[in-house]
Nanobody
Framework: QVQLVESGGGLVQVGDSLRLSCAASGLTLRRNTMGWFRQTPGSGREFVAAIRYSGGNGYYSDSVKGRFTISRDTANNIVYLQMNSLKTEDTAVYYC???????????????????WGQGTHVTVSS
């Protein structure tokens, strides 16, 4: 049974940093593309970042590129999202997701991801 558990969210101020973690069980990171998405009330899930099953550089939305970094620890099956220079518009519930198909062309599409965590809240206050 696949389980994704996010942690690390909280209340921070503009310019602060946070690191989100996603502990995965029931799957192997080396066989899954892992993504981070976020959602605000009344909106759909927005792509934030992803890292392919093969590792390497991550993929980012334009809104977070240069500020956020996705990484993974394959030994412990954990995916991280380091978020720096946080802005009020980064406030959202952040979700970790797993895609066992690994199709690059749809890496930003939440419909491609089969497994989701319960989300962790991030609030950036001015």
């Amino acid at each position: 049974q696949v389980q994704l558990v996010e942690s690390g969210g909280g209340l921070v101020q503009v310019g602060d940093s946070l690191r989100l973690s996603c502990a995965a069980s029931g799957l192997t990171l080396r066989r899954n593309t892992m993504g981070w998405f976020r959602q605000t009330p009344g909106s759909g899930r927005e792509f934030v970042a992803a890292i392919r099953y093969s590792g390497g550089n991550g993929y980012y939305s334009d809104s977070v590129k240069g500020r956020f970094t996705i990484s993974r620890d394959t030994a412990n099956n954990i995916v991280y999202l380091q978020m720096n220079s946080l802005k009020t518009e980064d406030t959202a519930v952040y979700y970790c997701a797993a895609d066992p198909n690994g199709i690059l062309s749809t890496i930003r599409d939440p419909r491609q991801y089969d497994y989701w965590g319960q989300g962790t809240h991030v609030t950036v206050s001015s």
